[in-house]
């Protein structure tokens, strides 16, 4: 199956007649004349799950969003075993881990949110004044596409109906990720991974006996995390909030602050 873009390249009469009017005369030109080919223009593609989108009520979303992010941090900063950590591991897992532990946090507080496409002229305002920041040509824009994965992980967490406990096991199985490049405590990680999961194991079993294949269910839903990216959600979210600041950077200093 073919899930490429389907946009018809007519659909530009529609959206600019008088452009396409021009160079449908060009193209009916002789060769002599003119062998411009109209087809080989590259076309806007319109596929609706490319647009870029933001919040539908970015100050009281970003809100909610901020709360549940200084809650996720305050989780990590709890756990006495991340503690015994050296700094730079702290750090490397925070950085691996913050964004699926906020997603599971959106869950856990039903955090629900629309959005609308991004202003059209906000970003030709920038260029006509200049005023485009050359940081931002590598930020990530939020798109209908990635949203919707977002919002495919928020449901399936809402369906499966988590206990406070299976939350919290299963974020300790995200957080202790051994496979995070240069720990230097890897195999403790990697001990204390399990250790999360026998747990999480062991509550699923206990809140739900009938249910056999629950337990691999939550890990299989917690893989989804992994297609959202941090840099949709630091854009979507926390973007109205903190402006140019390093979203990285002010989770550090949360982490560290005593």
């Given at each position: 199956?073919?899930?490429?873009?389907?946009?018809?390249?007519?659909?530009?009469?529609?959206?600019?007649?008088?452009?396409?009017?021009?160079?449908?005369?060009?193209?009916?030109?002789?060769?002599?004349?003119?062998?411009?080919?109209?087809?080989?223009?590259?076309?806007?593609?319109?596929?609706?799950?490319?647009?870029?989108?933001?919040?539908?009520?970015?100050?009281?979303?970003?809100?909610?969003?901020?709360?549940?992010?200084?809650?996720?941090?305050?989780?990590?900063?709890?756990?006495?075993?991340?503690?015994?950590?050296?700094?730079?591991?702290?750090f490397?897992?925070l950085?691996?881990c913050?964004?699926?532990?906020?997603?599971?946090?959106?869950?856990?507080?039903?955090?629900?949110?629309?959005?609308?496409?991004?202003?059209?002229?906000?970003?030709?305002?920038?260029?006509?004044?200049?005023?485009?920041?050359?940081s931002?040509?590598?930020?990530?824009?939020?798109?209908?596409?990635?949203?919707?994965?977002?919002?495919?992980?928020l449901?399936?967490?809402?369906?499966?109906?988590?206990?406070p406990?299976?939350?919290?096991?299963?974020?300790?199985?995200?957080?202790?990720?051994?496979?995070?490049?240069?720990?230097?405590?890897?195999?403790?990680?990697?001990?204390?991974?399990?250790?999360?999961?026998?747990?999480?194991?062991?509550v699923?079993?206990l809140?739900?006996?009938?249910?056999?294949?629950r337990?691999?269910?939550?890990?299989?839903?917690?893989?989804?995390?992994?297609?959202?990216?941090?840099?949709l959600?630091?854009?979507?979210?926390?973007?109205?909030v903190?402006?140019?600041?390093?979203?990285?950077?002010?989770?550090?200093?949360?982490?560290?602050?005593?």
């Open positions: 199956m073919d899930n490429g873009c389907h946009c018809s390249v007519h659909s530009d009469r529609h959206l600019n007649p008088i452009l396409y009017n021009i160079l449908s005369q060009m193209d009916n030109s002789t060769p002599s004349q003119n062998n411009f080919d109209y087809n080989s223009i590259p076309h806007r593609c319109n596929c609706e799950m490319r647009r870029t989108v933001c919040l539908k009520r970015p100050t009281e979303i970003c809100q909610e969003a901020s709360a549940v992010l200084v809650k996720t941090v305050h989780f990590m900063k709890s756990l006495p075993a991340f503690n015994q950590l050296p700094p730079n591991d702290q490397s897992l950085r691996s913050w964004a699926p532990l906020f997603i599971l946090g959106l869950a856990q507080e039903g955090v629900n949110f629309e959005v609308t496409d991004t202003p059209a002229d906000s970003m030709l305002k920038k260029i006509l004044l200049n005023r485009q920041e050359s931002d040509t590598d930020r990530e824009q939020p798109t209908m596409a990635g949203v919707s994965k977002l919002k495919s992980c449901k399936k967490f809402w369906s499966l109906d988590l206990s406990k299976e939350f919290a096991y299963l974020k300790g199985t995200m957080i202790f990720n051994p496979d995070v490049p240069d720990l230097k405590a890897g195999l403790f990680v990697e001990g204390l991974q399990q250790e999360a999961q026998h747990a999480l194991r062991e699923v079993q809140l739900h006996p009938g249910d056999q294949e337990f691999a269910r939550l890990l299989l839903t917690a893989s989804m995390l992994q297609t959202v990216t941090p840099g959600l630091t854009e979507l979210f926390f973007r109205p903190i402006g140019q600041a390093d979203l990285l950077e002010l989770l550090v200093d949360m982490l560290f602050s005593r």
